[in-house]
DNA sequence: ATATGTACCACCTGACATAAGGGTACAAGT
DNA sequence: ACTTGTACCCTTATGTCAGGTGGTACATAT
């Protein structure tokens, strides 16, 4: 099998390409901001389960789950727990709104500022790799 | 076989440990600036040559090479080509010079703005991947 | 009983970069 | 001739991480 659609009040369509270079998680967030911007979806409007997505999509419920997460986290979507799942209220706008483009604009700067002061590409990795694994514990 | 020990005019000790998870270039960069805090090694000392310290340690050559390239650029040795490679007459105050010490710090705040954003350890990653491979080519 | 989001646990897979080694070669000097 | 540092080539192995999947369990509500 690969991929998958859904389609719900034939007011959302999502589809998931497999062979797609780019994570499934990563299409279905994709998707919902796409249907978000195009006003295929409004604010309060009912968003499938996360295991009925995944059932319908073929896809695993980790998989819906996570993208659900990031979604939530960028004030796309609104989980109100046993209540489900609905569109955020400032969703359209936050839709637009890249957080990674942020990131890695700040985090360019930070790095070519090491180059910079001569700093071996392997330091910056071996001081970046120290940080994100002592942090987490 | 594991790791090695060269010894030079009793003066010199740098020991090498295989099974350290540092890995070996580092282990030597951070002996040596260690010799010359501790004053086993001073400005004008002759160091080893590359090969000379590969063959006796057991290493390769590009490891000490790469070892000596970053002593170099911390000014703690200065190579003088056919001439060989001597302790550079500032290498005690740019053996406590810590680089790494202000790319970690800056780099944790960076980081850590990252993270006071809810952005997740994977983007984080990922954008940094994304960033030092491309600046690359 | 059923459904919701969520939080753990573990596993497998592929991709990728680092680290390290082997080899060859060069210009510059002794 | 010999040695110096250095710069390429290619190969290997190791480790790490992302992505995905599987299962179980929980509190909260209907």
Redesign the pocket.
Known sequence: MSGGTYGCNKSMEIIID?DDA??????LVGQIKKAVISKKMGPGDN????????NDL??????V??A??LL?RDCVIQ???????FIHPDAEANSTVDLNAWVITKLDETINSFKESGV????I??AF?NL??KRNS
Chains 1, 2 share one sequence.
Request: hydrophobic letters at 30%.
């Open positions: 497999i780019m994570p499934l998680f990563a299409q968003l499938p389960s996360i295991r009925q997505l995944a073929e896809l695993n419920n980790k998989t789950a996570k659900y997460r939530e989980t109100k727990g046993y209540r489900g799942t071996t590409d392997s330091e990795r071996i790799g994100m694994n």
